[in-house]
């Protein structure tokens, strides 16, 4: 799996399934057996996988309801390709008879995800299992309880003293840290309380220090602004680059033996104001002068987006990478992206539509430019004929192709940073078995087919998803 852990001792059959197994399973498992079962065996698997996301959604419609309908209808017609191939007996489930009052009970009681028992385990975790763990193993009810107060009265504690510092108007120390990676300090100046206790549980607002740069309201930061936005997604990359090189050099590391024509192809599109078609043609000289030498380089960089039904919350920090080859990873590590080819897009509101879908290879800035752009290599969307949103007929995901040029030469581009829409998670087509050569560093490296995974995160399923809430 591309981005997944391995398993050195080869993979055991699970002997106890908890709720984080289910939640890692149906994250990447109807992409893996797509090839491998018969066709109404995956239609009833990937159609059971969107009940379960479908019914998670924060908000219904008469629409929503009529899919989730749906789903659980095609699983039924398609459930007995299961015990045809002999992997169950019976379909006398109890949880699964349960799922067809699923629909009417939000009807009547709402969606089904404010009803969570997360809190509650949660707190059974807090209150009551990690003081025993603390414990001598005796006198457990005597020992939760002290352990309890003696909590409260820290927490008390740390209460009086934070309020009583802020009142007297101590200044923070931290506020000249503000572009340091993951160490920016809210200003307490303008913090409640209530936001003070909550912070470690609190994404951090990247689009709210984004604006501040833009707006030059934060005196002193270095430019060019190493934060940034587009309308729909923020990006934030270390003020310290991880490499500091020459073009040539950056070329040799990568293996990118393009990369200073293409950059130069970059350049004039950026210089004369125009989108940047990812084309992969040359539109000037192969030796086309550049006006600077050295570039800097990151191996990272994250981005922070709106959720999909509350667009006026922000989801948590996401990490993108781009890490050239080395011991641990000799093929490099490169993850996937949605990007807009233009700097206006209506991402994630029509989906992949007039999107490309697009493998980071670097991420890098000029040298006395104000440019920080990304090299990137290009897929493209199989057409399926007759379904909507080009989504394939027994998956329900795309399919993607490596763009190619020619039979060895990748279709690549270099785009301005902020082109970026999401992060992505792609799964090799591995049709009926897998080859034998495919390994985890490799299999995205050596692969040209692949889907497109929606069920990656219950943001991106929505997003992707043709009939869209």
Known sequence: MVGYCGFEDGISKLKQVTRCDHHAIQCYIVGVISGAVPHRF???????????????????TDHSLDRLMNAL????????????AGVRDTWEIPKLKLL????????????VIQWSADATKHAHVQE??????LSNNQNYY???TCYLDHSDKCFCFDVTTYYETHREGNPSE????????????LDFNNCSLHDHMNLPHLPLNYFVIANALACDSIPNALKPHCTFSNITTTFHLATKPSLHMTIDDAAILFKLPDLCPVIGEFLQCAQNHLNHPVSGVMSQDLCYPLPFNR???WYKIHIQQFLYHKAQDIDALQ??????PSGDHPHGLYDMVILSPSPDSDWPQQGIEGHVVAQLRLIFHPLDTDYFATYIQCFYVIMQLGNLGNVHPITGMHLLRRAMKSSVERLRSVVPISHICSPIHLIPEFDKEAHSCLTRESSCEFSNDFWLNKYWSKELYHTLSPLRL
């Open 42 to 60: 995956l239609i009833a698997v990937h159609t059971l996988v969107d009940f379960h996301y479908l019914t998670q959604a924060p908000i219904f």
């Open 128 to 133: 009551v299992k990690v003081p025993a763990q």
């Open 142 to 144: 005597d020992q939760i």
């Open 295 to 297: 570039i800097q380089i």
């Open 100 to 111: 067809q009052s699923v629909v009417s009970n939000i009807q009547h009681s709402g969606p």
């Open 319 to 324: 990490t993108l990478r781009a890490l050239p």
């Open 174 to 185: 931290d506020d000249d840290n503000l572009e340091e990676e993951d160490d920016i300090e």
């Open 73 to 84: 209808q095609l699983f039924h017609n398609n459930k007995d390709a299961v015990m045809q």
